[in-house]
T-cell receptor
Framework: AAGVIQSPRHLIKEKRETATLKCYPI?????VYWYQQGPGQDPQFLIS???????DKGSIPDRFSAQQFSDYHSELNMSSLELGDSALYFCASIGNYGYTFGSGTRLTVV | AQKITQTQPGMFVQEKEAVTLDCTYD???????LFWYKQPSSGEMIFLIY??????QNATEGRYSLNFQKARKSANLVISASQLGDSAMYFCAMREGGRDRDDKIIFGKGTRLHILP
């Protein structure tokens, strides 16, 4: 069965650079959630989209923005990167019961 | 206030033994869902099991079962006959609201399980 696809898997950026993370949800699933998981931490909710509209917002910095496109894929744009942004970024869409997560993008800011 | 509490930061268990990972939750919503996820060192988040608040029976999925005690707001994960490959971080998570509501899920702090040969 098709899963949630995230790209890239790994990303290394320098401070103050920008990064774009992509998420392709399960086909025909219209809701996407973004999470940030710092080293040794639990995943923290950032933002979600339903039918291309923002549906909920968590602890997402103002330097980050996201959107969902007509094909339901979503992009998380991160600007003025800081060392503290180094984390594993997950997106998820809803399966039968569980929220199916992608493999994540590991962002390292140097 | 923490909505999901996992009191065991780490556990060491002998291979083939059963394991119980504790999880308590806090919600005033009568309709909610509880999840367990496994995160191996590779980082992926693997869905294990789901329990709805109105489900009459405890959920089971192969070697995984969820010991759901609604009055105690407890949703412990039981892994039977543990294997070396079960070594990972385990997260308990909750969604408030019924399944028709596409609400976010929130995670506990996790329990790191080590299976010893």
């Amino acid at each position: 069965a098709a899963g949630v696809i995230q790209s890239p898997r790994h990303l290394i950026k320098e401070k103050r650079e920008t990064a774009t993370l992509k998420c392709y949800p399960i086909p025909r699933h219209d809701t996407v959630y973004w999470y940030q998981q710092g080293p040794g931490q639990d995943p923290q909710f950032l933002i979600s989209f339903y039918e291309k509209m923002q549906s909920d917002k968590g602890s997402i910095p103002d330097r980050f923005s996201a959107q969902q496109f007509s094909d339901y894929h979503s992009e998380l744009n991160m600007s003025s990167l800081e060392l503290g942004d180094s984390a594993l970024y997950f997106c998820a869409s809803i399966g039968n019961y569980g929220y199916t997560f992608g493999s994540g993008t590991r962002l390292t800011v140097v | 206030a923490q909505k999901i509490t996992q009191t065991q930061p780490g556990m060491f268990v002998q291979e083939k033994e059963a394991v119980t990972l504790d999880c308590t939750y806090d919600t005033s919503d009568p309709s909610y869902g509880l999840f367990w996820y496994k995160q191996p060192s590779s980082g992926e988040m693997i869905f294990l099991i789901y329990q709805g608040s109105y489900d009459q029976q405890n959920a089971t999925e192969g070697r995984y079962s969820l010991n759901f005690q609604k009055a105690r707001k407890s949703a412990n994960l039981v892994i039977s006959a543990s294997q070396l490959g079960d070594s990972a971080m385990y997260f308990c998570a909750m969604r408030e609201g019924g399944r028709d509501r596409d609400d976010k899920i929130i995670f506990g702090k996790g329990t790191r399980l080590h299976i010893l040969p």
